[in-house]
């Protein structure tokens, strides 16, 4: 056999136990159906669209599993095209708002559903509400608007550890022939983009700088961030 030196978790081993996989991959499309009533006065639009979740399954249906620090790896951001996958739930749906999605910036009235499949399974998950977004008159009046449609995992915003990573899924994702929004031909002047993003929530572990802004303009500035004092003080 081969030697080795100090390997194994033991007595008198310098090593530490492998990162046992434990992250799932979710892929998410969103299909937009309808866009209406731009507000740009009061930064919000309508929007009716469908979510599609499939989760990445071995080829005997279990779960896939990557490390923790898959959530950072930019390689798993792009489904690719999941060989083999199941409809995702999210985890706690039945008691949880909007069906177990956290959606960001949406009005308080909103109608979110849940769409079967053929088999009765979940098929996708449908979303009609307002939306708040910032408006962008850099370029007033010839600007271009980014209407974001944020959504979150709700659950796994209530977890200390990872528990999955989302990815994109463009098969399942664009704009709809149907959408009638005024001032567009055949909706050439609409496009798709999409991006993951790894949020933190409370309780923060390390809230080590603050922001503060002392000057008074009638235009935004950006903030002076400072130490929080003491925090890390023994």
Known sequence: GSGGGGGGDGPGGGGSAPVEPSVRRVGVGVHVVNLADIDMKNGKFYADFEVYLHKEVEEDGSDRLYPPD????PDLAECGNLRHWVPYAPTHAATLADVGLQLVNVDRLRTVSRVGGANGSLDHIR?????FYRTNVTYWPLNIEALELMLEEAYEGLTTEPTLVLCH????????DSIRLPGTIDNRLLTYSWGTTEHCNPPFLRPVRECSNEGHSLFEEMCDCLPVEDFDAD
């Open 127 to 131: 979303v009609q509400s307002y939306f």
């Open 70 to 73: 898959a959530v950072n790896d």
């Open 169 to 176: 899924m463009p098969e399942y994702s664009g704009l709809s």
